[in-house]
């Protein structure tokens, strides 16, 4: 009689198991003994697994040799954290390495606009446990708890999305978003920290040095001296040291509402003008 072998195989996951045939066919005079169903019963039941297809025809599978699938598991799905995509980075400059840098006009303050997407949340969701061949359970991996909140200056919204309330500088520290309206400027503004433009209030704990820029939508306070610099806010400027040969400009809203007025009152004095020369 030819060799044959009779043999069950199952996956690393565990969650199929299959049935190997093997018939030697190295020569078609001799005759080989086919398996018998029982057979197949009896390992079936000596290696624990537990079949989850019942109508499967062993009298078909054991004419011929080949890996047949016999049983299947349940995998496991393991949980989803939940993520934070943050809309916000902290960045020193947008100039391009190609191109020659002004070191003067580097933007140094991350701020956002009231309104804007800060942050997003995404929900993750709960697994389910596994059943391997051998009906055993397959433990699924289980998410990290993480609990994202929508700080100072911040909205969260059904959709998941986190608004600025305010404009200012956005952070993300330990699971919050905050937009902070004042940013503090812990040193001088000098070639090293670039110029500030910031969407909320600026306070200065040092000096301006020549050539540099100060460009706020709220107010800015300046504890040290400004020398040959712009100082411009939309509120109002305080300056506690000297003041040399620099350019200051407080009050940009209402300058602006100025400057249609007086827009408005030009147009209505050339509209006279014109009437009286038609007439």
Known sequence: KRERSLSLDVSPCRTK?????????????????LFTEEEVLKLI?????NVSNKNVQYSELLKSSGRYIIAEGIPAVDDEEDIIDI???SSKGKNDAATSINYKEICTVESV?????????????????G????????????AKKHLFNAGRGCALEESGNIIATVSGK????????????LYEHRRDVDIESGSLYFQGHVKIYGSVHPGMTVDSKGDVEILGSVEEANIIASGDIVIHGNVLRSKIAAGGKDNY??????LYKNLVSNLSEMKKVVE
């Open 17 to 33: 198991a299959y049935l190997v045939i093997q018939y030697d066919e190295s020569s078609a005079s001799d005759s080989c003994e």
């Open 45 to 49: 039941e000596d290696k624990n697994i």
């Open 87 to 89: 809309k916000f980075h």
């Open 113 to 129: 606009n009231k309104g804007d997407i800060v942050a997003s949340i995404k929900k993750g969701r709960i697994g389910h446990d």
């Open 131 to 142: 059943i391997d061949v051998f009906g055993k359970v397959i433990k699924r991996k289980k």
């Open 170 to 181: 956005p952070s993300y520290k330990s699971g919050t978003i905050e937009v902070n309206e």
């Open 257 to 262: 509402k100025l400057n249609l007025v007086r």
